[in-house]
């Protein structure tokens, strides 16, 4: 079982691949360009941000060549190694940001949120989406709306 857990999965890597640092290569272009407001989530919403993957999913293999493609492969690899589950989206969004971001790490890591929302973005293609407990609407003002973090942000954006 040991062997078994330590042993890399033949189909998904966990090496870092040579394009990942977008600010040296493809002429310094950052797919991070739009901003999201990340910022304007609470403390409440951004405590309960969760990954979910779905291994029903088989994932095309044209999507290995962008970030939110190796994100979702990565994450979907921890999923099979049983190293995602009770870990929390913060410490998640941490971990990604010394693979794609040079510099010192912040105190709270927002651009590893930018990169699950992109993840998000094409959860349907992956099987890795991210969820959030939203803040509750008016209608309703004791109970948390359930929704992916990309409709979220879109919802914030629009505000």
């Not at 407001?37 to 293999?61: C, F, G, H, Q, W």
């Not at 949120?113 to 003002?141: H, N, R, S």
Request: neutral net charge.
């Amino acid at each position: 079982m040991v062997d078994e857990i330590l042993t890399p999965h033949t189909q998904y890597s966990l090496l870092t691949p040579a394009y990942i640092r977008w600010t040296e290569a493809d002429g310094g272009t950052d797919p991070l360009a739009r901003k999201w407001p990340i910022r304007r989530l609470t403390s409440t919403e951004l405590a309960t941000v969760a990954v979910r993957v779905d291994l029903s999913v088989n994932p095309p293999k044209s999507i290995e060549g962008t970030v939110a493609g190796w994100v979702a492969m990565h994450l979907r690899a921890q999923e099979i190694r049983g190293q995602l589950s009770g870990r929390s989206a913060r410490h998640i969004a941490a971990e990604l940001w010394p693979m794609f971001f040079a510099g010192p790490r912040p105190r709270y890591p927002y651009r590893g949120f930018d990169l699950l929302c992109m993840t998000d973005q094409i959860g349907e293609t992956t099987g890795v989406t991210v969820w959030i407990d939203a803040e509750p609407a008016k209608a309703a003002p004791f109970s948390f709306r359930p929704m992916r973090l990309l409709d979220r942000l879109t919802e914030l954006e629009a505000q």
